[in-house]
C-alpha cells in the first residue's frame, strides 16, 4: 500500500550539489526519512559523481527543448516529490501544471526580492551587496510557471558583514542553505503524513 512506501525524491542539479549531499547525508544518517530515488542533471555536474557515490541513479540530459518532457517522462509515478538544488534550466510551463505541489526550488536569497530570470548564483548576491542591503538569506519555494514566484515554503535570514563581498555572502548562504533544505522537505513530508519505512 502507497502508506507503507518511503516518500521518493528526484534531486535536480547543474553543479556542484552540496546541497544534494546534504540530502544524501541527511536520509542517511536517518534524519530525512525518505528515499532519493535518483539525481538528474542537465549539464556536466559535480553533483553527478556525489550520487554515483552514494549508489543513487543519476543522468545527464541534454539541454534543449524538450528537457522539460524528458524530465516528466523519467519521473512522472516515480517520485512524490522533485527538488531543484541548484538546477539552472527553466521547467516549462505545462511541466510546472503537471507537477504543482510537487516541485520545490532552493534560492539563494530572501524572495520575493532578488528572484527571477537572471537572479542566479553569483549575480544574486552582487546585487544583494550593491543596493546595500543589511540582510539576504535563503528561501525554498514552491516551483510555478513564474519564475521564483512560487509560494514560499522556509525562509532563513542571515546579516550582511561589513565589507561583505558576493564570494563572502555566497558562502555564508550555502551554510544556511543545507538545514533549511532538508528542514523544508521533513515539513512537507509531515504536512503530507507521509509515512515512510527504514
Ligand atoms: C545554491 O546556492 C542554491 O541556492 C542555488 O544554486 C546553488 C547550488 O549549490 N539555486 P550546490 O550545487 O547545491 O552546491
Same mark, same amino acid.
Not at 524530465?71 to 527538488?83: K, N, Q, S, T
Not at 543545507?178 to 509531515?190: E, R, S
Given at each position: 500500500?502507497?502508506?507503507?512506501?518511503?516518500?521518493?525524491?528526484?534531486v535536480?542539479?547543474?553543479?556542484?550539489?552540496?546541497?544534494?549531499?546534504?540530502?544524501?547525508?541527511a536520509?542517511?544518517?536517518?534524519?530525512?526519512?525518505?528515499? +532519493?530515488?535518483?539525481?538528474?542533471?542537465?549539464?556536466?555536474?559535480?553533483?553527478?559523481?556525489?550520487?554515483?557515490?552514494?549508489?543513487? !541513479?543519476?543522468?545527464?540530459?541534454?539541454?534543449?527543448?524538450q +528537457?522539460?518532457?524528458?524530465?516528466?517522462?523519467?519521473?512522472?509515478?516515480?517520485?512524490?516529490?522533485?527538488?531543484?538544488?541548484?538546477?539552472?534550466?527553466?521547467?516549462?510551463?505545462?511541466?510546472? #501544471?503537471?507537477?504543482?505541489? #510537487?516541485?520545490?526550488?532552493?534560492?539563494?536569497?530572501?524572495? !520575493?526580492?532578488?528572484g527571477? #530570470?537572471?537572479?542566479?548564483?553569483?549575480?544574486?548576491?552582487?546585487?544583494? +551587496?550593491?543596493?546595500?542591503?543589511?540582510?539576504?538569506?535563503?528561501?525554498?519555494?514552491?516551483?510555478?510557471?513564474?519564475?521564483?514566484?512560487?509560494?514560499?515554503?522556509?525562509?532563513?535570514?542571515?546579516?550582511?558583514?561589513?565589507?561583505?563581498?558576493?564570494?563572502?555572502?555566497?558562502? #555564508?548562504i550555502?551554510?544556511?542553505?543545507?538545514?533549511?533544505?532538508?528542514?523544508? +522537505?521533513?515539513?512537507?513530508?509531515?504536512?503530507?503524513?507521509?509515512?515512510?519505512?527504514?
Open positions: 500500500m502507497r502508506d507503507e512506501q518511503p516518500f521518493r525524491l528526484a535536480l542539479i547543474s553543479g556542484r550539489g552540496s546541497n544534494l549531499q546534504a540530502l544524501i547525508d536520509v542517511r544518517s536517518g534524519q530525512l526519512r525518505a528515499r +532519493i530515488e535518483c539525481a538528474i542533471a542537465d549539464r556536466k555536474a559535480y553533483g553527478l559523481q556525489r550520487a554515483a557515490a552514494a549508489g543513487i !541513479p543519476s543522468f545527464q540530459l541534454k539541454r534543449d527543448e +528537457i522539460s518532457e524528458n524530465i516528466h517522462r523519467w519521473l512522472a509515478g516515480r517520485v512524490d516529490l522533485i527538488v531543484l538544488a541548484g538546477f539552472l534550466s527553466i521547467l516549462s510551463a505545462e511541466f510546472c #501544471k503537471k507537477w504543482v505541489g #510537487k516541485v520545490i526550488n532552493l534560492h539563494p536569497a530572501l524572495l !520575493p526580492q532578488y527571477g #530570470k537572471g537572479f542566479y548564483g553569483k549575480r544574486v548576491h552582487r546585487a544583494v +551587496i550593491e543596493n546595500g542591503e543589511k540582510e539576504s538569506g535563503a528561501t525554498v519555494h514552491y516551483v510555478t510557471a513564474g519564475v521564483d514566484k512560487g509560494e514560499i515554503i522556509a525562509q532563513q535570514r542571515l546579516r550582511l558583514s561589513p565589507g561583505e563581498s558576493p564570494d563572502s555572502l555566497q558562502q #555564508k550555502q551554510r544556511i542553505e543545507h538545514p533549511l533544505l532538508v528542514g523544508a +522537505i521533513q515539513k512537507l513530508m509531515a504536512e503530507r503524513g507521509a509515512r515512510i519505512v527504514g
